[in-house]
């Protein structure tokens, strides 16, 4: 009988300390199920407030009070401390427990028993404690044989489903092994034919239709697989058990605490064997853009790494992350996330992560009946929908990637043509967001940024725009966004105007403002373009 790895009430009446006692029950008999978690003796009437619940409490009377009223009171306290049963003896203060005593805990619910004969206390509460600890280590036997079966699972070559049906089998009850945010990863039924059940229809009728962080069904055993980092690495996913053909006992809860250990370590060399594949495509895709792999080797290269694009051209993207958003666990999520939603784009794909640039290089094959333009919308969807799932960091609400499209063609230009789209994807940091960048258009951007470190950059910036920095330093209103927007909209001041949500007349007098401080003509197509190009570089200097 499962007893919370305690004794039962009936069972602690049965061992010889207290069988010696003569003992009679003489309320709620029918609970004497009751798990016994600890033995207690004391005297003192504030007894009742050092309980924590589950107490075999053992005592000779004197603190029950010798008012009715008083003794009443006392054992509601007690029954409200939730203790397992009051063991009473017989002797000078109480020949027969008063009708108070009795009834009061016939009313509480709380089992009372009278002893006619006198035991030592610390005896019993040896022989009782003795008796729950031999309890608690028959149950750790039982969940550590579980811990060597599972062991032994994995050592064969299983894996999650192994692991998860040897528990759910030792249950006899569904098992579950879901994400962190609630996401179904794996499921197990029990193997007994008379208590099989689909764990599916189990999953969506008890646990599927919840949110995520909500409070498990009623009986169910919820145990963190740890996943070995800190913050959102701190726990890799969840073990489920729901109780379905019976309850989930302590003895299940402790094999599934056991389970978790090894399910932790499966889940980390699977997670390594993904990034060591991943970040291994990513090599290949870097070596192919900087010229470490012939054009003539690439494909048969491809093809062991199960991308085989026929002779259709190949749409060379990046997807470059933001620093301070990149995975804080392992790349493997982001890179299994990302694939998992580009195998809905419906095109052969070759995709891996370079860490060390923060970004994800892959390669398209583009098949016929399929423009560039729609293809690179689906795959900058995938992309971001992929970063999401993998949990990125959101800036506002914008996911922090950048995702930027090179030229299409065969395997010599998709060497070139990955290597500029990783630079133009570096050079496109801070740029307004779009669902996806053109290389060719971040050709200008891309200039600058490779003169980043050079002084003369720093020295145009100033004087192109160094006045209206420093002006919007110490004034109001700011007027960079409004040149901003005036060169946004080729001088269409009517366009700038509704942009910055400002009345015709405003607008004119801020490029107004704007041409005295910086003594331009902002009609002039070389200031013009000159201040362009400064907006543009000042991304790029300190």
């Excluded at 062991?151 to 049906?165: E, F, K, R, S, Y």
């Excluded at 409004?482 to 001041?493: D, I, S, V």
């Excluded at 007098?509 to 070389?526: F, K, S, V, W, Y």
């Amino acid at each position: 009988m499962e007893t919370e790895g305690g004794i039962t009430v009936r069972r602690a009446l049965e061992l010889p300390g207290l069988r010696g006692g003569l003992p009679e029950v003489l309320a709620c008999e029918d609970r004497l199920d009751r798990t016994v978690r600890w033995v207690h003796a004391g005297e003192a009437p504030n007894i009742p407030a050092l309980l924590k619940g589950g107490e075999l409490l053992l005592m000779t009377g004197l603190g029950l009070g010798t008012r009715p009223a008083e003794q009443r009171a006392f054992v509601r306290r007690l029954a409200d401390r939730g203790i397992a049963a009051l063991v009473v003896e017989l002797g000078p203060r109480f020949s027969r427990l008063p009708a108070a005593i009795v009834d009061a805990a016939r009313s509480a619910g709380l089992p009372l028993v009278q002893l006619h004969r006198e035991v030592p206390f610390v005896a019993v509460t040896e022989e009782i404690h003795t008796e729950i600890v031999n309890g608690h280590y028959a149950l750790l036997q039982r969940a550590e044989e579980v811990h060597r079966r599972c062991t032994q699972a994995v050592l064969g070559g299983g894996g999650v489903p192994q692991v998860l049906g040897i528990l759910a089998d030792f249950a006899a009850n569904p098992v579950f092994l879901e994400t962190p945010d609630g996401r179904l990863l794996f499921a197990a039924g029990t193997g007994n034919a008379q208590v099989g059940t689909d764990p599916l229809q189990v999953w969506e009728g008890l646990r599927g239709a919840r949110t995520a962080r909500e409070t498990p069904p009623a009986g169910a055993v919820l145990v963190e697989v740890p996943g070995g980092g800190a913050g959102a690495g701190a726990v890799r996913a969840r073990l489920v058990l729901l109780a379905v053909s019976g309850p989930v006992l302590t003895v299940h809860r402790m094999a599934a605490e056991r389970a978790a250990g090894i399910l932790a370590v499966v889940l980390m060399q699977a997670r390594q064997e993904e990034e060591v594949a991943a970040r291994g495509r990513g090599d290949f895709l870097t070596d192919l853009a900087e010229g470490r792999v012939a054009a003539r080797n690439a494909p048969a290269q491809a093809r062991v790494l199960g991308f085989r694009p026929d002779e259709d051209p190949l749409l060379p993207v990046v997807m470059r992350l933001a620093p301070e958003s990149a995975p804080a666990g392992s790349w493997a999520l982001l890179a299994r996330a990302v694939s998992e939603e580009l195998a809905a784009v419906g095109a052969p794909v070759l995709v891996g992560v370079r860490p060390v640039e923060d970004r994800v290089p892959l390669l398209l094959a583009l098949r016929p009946g399929t423009t560039r333009t729609a293809l690179a919308d689906r795959v900058a969807a995938a992309l971001r929908a992929g970063a999401e799932r993998a949990g990125l960091e959101r800036a506002g609400d914008r996911t922090p990637v950048v995702v930027v499209v090179g030229a299409a063609g065969g395997w010599a230009a998709a060497g070139p043509g990955l290597r500029h789209a990783a630079e133009a994807a570096t050079a496109a940091q801070g740029l307004g967001e779009r669902p996806w960048y053109d290389a060719r258009s971040l050709d200008i951007d891309l200039l600058l940024w490779r003169l980043r470190d050079h002084h003369d950059l720093e020295s145009f910036v100033d004087r192109a725009i160094g006045p209206l920095r420093e002006h919007d330093r110490t004034s109001r209103p700011v007027l960079l966004p409004t040149l901003e927007a005036y060169l946004a909209h080729a001088g269409r001041k009517a366009e700038a105007a509704r942009d910055l949500h400002l009345n015709r007349q405003t607008l004119y007098n801020r490029l107004a403002r704007i041409g005295e401080l910086l003594g331009t003509d902002l009609d002039d197509p070389q200031s013009v373009l000159a201040l362009s190009l400064a907006l543009r570089a000042r991304r790029h200097t300190r």
